[in-house]
């Protein structure tokens, strides 16, 4: 699909039946395609359309009306895509968008592939790479920070960085241009300093972006809350109650559930997977042994354990403690269940949440100690978004290349300076200098914009919805 530029068109707003619907067209024929079928109200041609504005008008086939719509056109560079671009905003039935969409490729276009609208953005440089990945990030984003970061990179912040350390290459690179030519008489001339002081900062720079994506790679993490317990204990009834809906068998049956079942679960914009667990028992039956294996092998990756108990002398904590040989006391929320059926008060520890989930009672202080308990991790992540602006694995691979590769120019600097052989290695160093320098360049290109994998385009647009 890479780089065509034929006329293309698509429905741009989400499938299904809506009050508006937007169809896109973007390519060298679009305004001679749409004049075929649209006709304005001012009665003017298309061309005479001011760009940027709505304009009211009628799609018709042959004469026949199919709808009231409005259009706005942009002509090109001025467009998402670079190239003339009009959009029309028709009522959003699927008879009105199917007709007007088929009307089009009847004149001339072509049913757009997913993402082939970036594409061209980004082909006719309106947006880069990382902005192209970011757009796709932020459909993706599922909560405030996913959010925060696609949108930050959508306006350009990685993109910013990027550019300053380019002109800091570039600038290295002219240091060293300039006595590849010359000859050796002129070689002491060349101010190791002031390259070697630039390469440190640059260094660093990159140093510091790298570290704050690695040590916080929490970002799009998901919170695993692990519901665990004895059998019976209500484990599958709170789990239900949490997610507004019957997912989980309920029963008074102990060991109605048999394996994990693991759900999305937001609680103030932020993301969880919850998960019910089989409940925990001494057993010879393979099956059930099965089933509490993987509830421990869950507990492992929890962010959170809720151990449900429902009664105070359960020692179901004890048991998990000395089963992972550590304590769990950070992770544990503990939920002493089913207190309506308490005939008297129950003294339990401070900490510990009465509730029943049968009966609704408690839910909200289980949802504000989850909030509490997050909170640390949360505000790690928050400060990791402020700093952060590497969007992806991808650039982050990217970016250590051009990391390591300075790193390389610095090292073959310093053992030059210390070599006794000066002026011989002088000229080798150089060309080496310069050499390297390339490679940390295009290293940099293939996070932005210079990348000559299709592949690479093709995995990335191919992600994005049809009209995007
Ligand atoms: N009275 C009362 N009964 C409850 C409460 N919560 C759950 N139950 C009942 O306890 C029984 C067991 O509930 P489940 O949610 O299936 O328990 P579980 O922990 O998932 O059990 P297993 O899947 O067997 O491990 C059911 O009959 C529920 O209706 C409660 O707050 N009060
Ligand atoms: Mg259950």
Redesign the pocket.
Known sequence: MIFKNDTITAIATTTGVGAIAIIRISGKLCFKIVSRCFFSKENKKITELKTKTMHIGFIKQNHNLIDKVFLCLFKQPFSYTGEDLIEIYCHGTFYIQKKILKLLIDNGARLANPGEFSLRSFKNGKIDLVQAESLLELFKAEDELAHSLAINNLIGKFSIFLNEIRKDMIYLNSLINVYLDFDEEYLSEFNYNKFLNTLVVLIKKIKRTIIVFKTNNLFKKVYYLVLV?R????????FNLLLKKER??????????INYIEEDLFIKGIKYRIV?T??IKKTNNKLDRKGIHKTYETIKSADLILV?KDKIRDKIIDKLEKYFKISLTKKIIIII?????LKKKIISKKKDIL?????RIGLERILERILERIKTKRNKRLNYNKDNIINNMRNYECLKKVLLTLIKIKKTITNTITNTNYLTTEILSFEILSFLLKEANYYLGKITKIVSNEEILNKIFDNFCIGK
């Open positions: 317990g059998p019976n204990v209500g484990k599958s009834t709170l989980s068998i309920v029963s008074n049956i102990s060991g109605t559930t019910d089989a409940g449900i269940n089913k207190c309506d059926l509730i029943s989930a049968k009966y």
